[in-house]
């Protein structure tokens, strides 16, 4: 066993319209196929953008989408991230809940590291070979815990939004 020098990276994702996107690590370039196709049957209409960073071969940022800005945005990540086999899927008027299972069951993915509309930081390690996805820093840090207002909030908001019963 050698050891091999590497250095830690932290890469900020960029999503200025504060989008929902799906972060994770698969294994075989018919992910990109098999996302998009995972979308379109999910949630008609589905607006996203999706980039998959091959890594082996052409080693090319693999992308697909029904929107344009979305697969742009998805592409610049990518590249900025570099890690082999990872994608990352910006959704826009969709949410990760009506997809997330369903992404997950695709036999190529192998993990998902995030889903979220946060500001994320994604921890690399870089080596002559190439990059890797560490985890991830998703938001902020707690600033307490949820007291009886809290609770009864966020049992509101789940009921607002449609995803709780009244």
């Not at 697969?71 to 610049?76: F, I, N, P, S």
């Not at 910006?90 to 997330?100: E, G, S, T």
């Not at 921890?123 to 985890?135: D, F, P, W, Y």
């Amino acid at each position: 066993m050698t050891e091999i020098p590497f250095q830690l990276k932290l890469v900020q994702i960029e999503n200025p319209d504060a989008l929902n996107f799906i972060l994770g690590q698969s294994h075989f370039i018919k992910t990109v196929e098999d996302i998009h196709e995972v979308m379109v049957t999910a949630v008609p209409g589905a607006k996203f953008g999706l980039a998959f960073c091959e890594s082996s071969g052409a080693t090319l940022v693999r992308s697909t989408g029904t929107d344009d800005a979305s697969k742009a945005l998805a592409e610049r990540n990518a590249l900025a991230l570099g890690a082999g086999h990872s994608f990352i899927l910006f959704l826009r008027d969709v949410y990760p809940i009506n997809v997330l299972n369903a992404i997950k069951m695709v036999p190529e993915v192998a993990t998902v590291f995030c889903v979220t509309a946060n500001p994320v930081q994604v921890i690399l390690a870089e080596s002559a070979q190439g990059r890797g996805i560490l985890g991830v820093i998703d938001g902020g840090r707690p600033a307490g815990v949820e007291d009886a207002d809290g609770v009864a909030w966020r049992k509101d908001f789940l009921r607002m939004i449609g995803y709780k019963i009244r």
